[in-house]
T-cell receptor, first 115, second 110 residues
Framework: ETGVTQTPRHLVMGMTNKKSLKCEQHLGHNAMYWYKQSAKKPLELMFV???????ENNSVPSRFSPECPNSSHLFLHLHTLQPEDSALYLCASSRTGQMKESPQHFGDGTRLSIL | LAKTTQPISMDSYEGQEVNITCSHN???????ITWYQQFPSQGPRFIIQGYKTKVTNEVASLFIPADRKSSTLSLPRVSLSDTAVYYC???????????FGKGTHLIIQP
């Protein structure tokens, strides 16, 4: 139990579908992150939210749309995805996005497969 | 942005001590060094963090020399369950240091 819960754990969708990934943290943290991990590749930072404000968008295509309604919840809305978007999507949180000594706590991810 | 370099893979045996070294030659004055462990199909897990000298917790030790241009994660008496990928990150403020490299794939054999 990491204190960061991601749902669903697995998702299969067609390229024309719209779905959302959910992340919830119970750690009282104020920063949340989305990462993408493709097979045999390093984690790629996608988005950073600090106190509900987006502070980083790492050149992510617009077919990925994040939403952070409060410091405990983070969503990733998906639409018109491509096969190369199949990957493990990981959510993380930390006390704040500015504290360099604040380690991240990760969920176990959503395994996304695009047909 | 401080870049890190680690060995791609390492092998060891149960009961041995394993040391994984990470190079970060352009580390900044205020950067912290953090190590994570990742098993397949799981998110990375925080292991240990330090700024200088030596830090020890219940699972590992972290050795940082005076110049801070490298750090060594030490895992005492490893077991098969320590087989995983280990990442070294050097983090300043903001998004700096949130980039994970390829990590070190540690394989523990019986």
């Amino acid at each position: 139990e990491t204190g960061v819960t991601q749902t669903p754990r697995h998702l299969v969708m067609g390229m024309t579908n719209k779905k959302s990934l959910k992340c919830e943290q119970h750690l009282g943290h104020n920063a949340m992150y989305w990462y993408k991990q493709s097979a045999k590749k390093p984690l790629e930072l996608m988005f950073v939210y600090n106190f509900k404000e987006q502070t980083e968008n790492n050149s992510v295509p617009s077919r990925f749309s994040p939403e952070c309604p409060n410091s405990s919840h983070l969503f990733l809305h998906l639409h018109t995805l491509q096969p190369e978007d199949s990957a493990l999507y990981l959510c993380a949180s930390s006390r704040t996005g500015q504290m360099k000594e604040s380690p991240q706590h990760f969920g176990d991810g959503t395994r996304l497969s695009i047909l | 942005l401080a870049k890190t370099t680690q060995p791609i893979s390492m092998d060891s045996y149960e009961g041995q001590e394993v040391n994984i070294t990470c190079s970060h030659n352009n580390i900044a004055t205020n950067d912290y060094i953090t190590w994570y462990q990742q098993f397949p199909s799981q998110g990375p897990r925080f292991i240990i963090q330090g700024y200088k000298t030596k830090v020890t917790n219940e699972v590992a030790s972290l050795f940082i020399p005076a110049d801070r241009k490298s750090s060594t994660l030490s895992l005492p008496r490893v077991s098969l369950s320590d087989t995983a990928v280990y990442y070294c990150l050097v983090r300043g403020g903001g998004a700096d240091g949130l980039t994970f490299g390829k990590g070190t794939h540690l394989i523990i054999q019986p």
